[in-house]
Structure formats: structure tokens, C-alpha cells
């Protein structure tokens, strides 16, 4: 069975970053796209920024452009297993990035995409990120 966890959603104050997690089992990641996505309740959900596991190729959007940063942990652990893990570092945060932060799975025709919810088939429960001034 497929599973996304994400993970490092919090509270912080206006100017504060944070690291959020996406970690996958059930599959390798090496051989997906792995996009990060928001939502605020009643509203659709944006993309932010996507990354090809396999050579690193990322795109962003312009929602959260210069203030994200996507990579993967490509590494392995303790135990030889490798860590299936991408994150998304948040900077500058602002009260209008307050939402629920999902990360997504897919094969994108060229292998990245454009962070379009139609490019995913898996996707995490989200982590929620709010953001006070």
C-alpha cells in the first residue's frame, strides 16, 4: 500500500520558516514526481513546487516562488534502506500562506509537470501550517 506522511506543519510568527516533510512507503520515490500542494478551506488547492526524484529537475509556481525550496533525501539509513523522503523548506511566511500543506505522487508525462493536481495519484492526509503576525 502506497502511503505519504507529511510532516513539520506549525505555528510561527510573520518572517518564520519551516521544514516540512513528506515521507513515502510502498514504493520507491526515485521513480515519481513528488509536488507540493496548499489548500485553504473553500478554496482550490495550488501548486507550489514539484520535484523528479530521479535527476532532481524541480519547477515552482509563482504562489510561493523565491520564498520555497523542494528537495529530496536521496540517502540512505542507518539500516541501508533508502529514506524515501522529500521536503520543502518555507521561508518569509506570511499570514496569506496559513493553509493545509499537502505533498502528491505522480508520473508526469515529462517526468516533472507543472504542479497540476491531474498530474498526482497519491496524495498525504496534509500537514497544517498557520502563520500569525
Known amino acids: 500500500e502506497v502511503q505519504l506522511v507529511e510532516s513539520g506543519g506549525g505555528s510561527v510568527h510573520t518572517g518564520g520558516s519551516l521544514r516540512l516533510s513528506c515521507a513515502a512507503s510502498?514504493?520507491?520515490?526515485?521513480?515519481?514526481?513528488v509536488g507540493w500542494f496548499r489548500q485553504v478551506p473553500g478554496k482550490a488547492r495550488e501548486g507550489i513546487a514539484a520535484?523528479?526524484?530521479?535527476?532532481?529537475?524541480?519547477?515552482?509556481?509563482?504562489?510561493?516562488?523565491g520564498r520555497s525550496t523542494i528537495s529530496s533525501d536521496n540517502g540512505w539509513n542507518t539500516v541501508h534502506l533508502p529514506t524515501n523522503t522529500v521536503y520543502l523548506h518555507l521561508d518569509s511566511l506570511r499570514p496569506g500562506d496559513t493553509a493545509v500543506y499537502y505533498c502528491?505522487?505522480?508520473?508526469?508525462?515529462?517526468?516533472?509537470?507543472?504542479?497540476?493536481?491531474?498530474?498526482?495519484?497519491?496524495w498525504g492526509q496534509g500537514t497544517q501550517v498557520t502563520v500569525s503576525s
Open positions: 520535484i523528479n526524484v530521479k535527476d532532481g529537475n524541480t519547477v515552482y509556481r509563482d504562489i510561493m516562488k
Open positions: 510502498g514504493l520507491t520515490l526515485v521513480n515519481y514526481a
Open positions: 502528491a505522487l505522480g508520473t508526469p508525462a515529462d517526468g516533472l509537470g507543472y504542479v497540476r493536481e491531474w498530474e498526482y495519484d497519491y
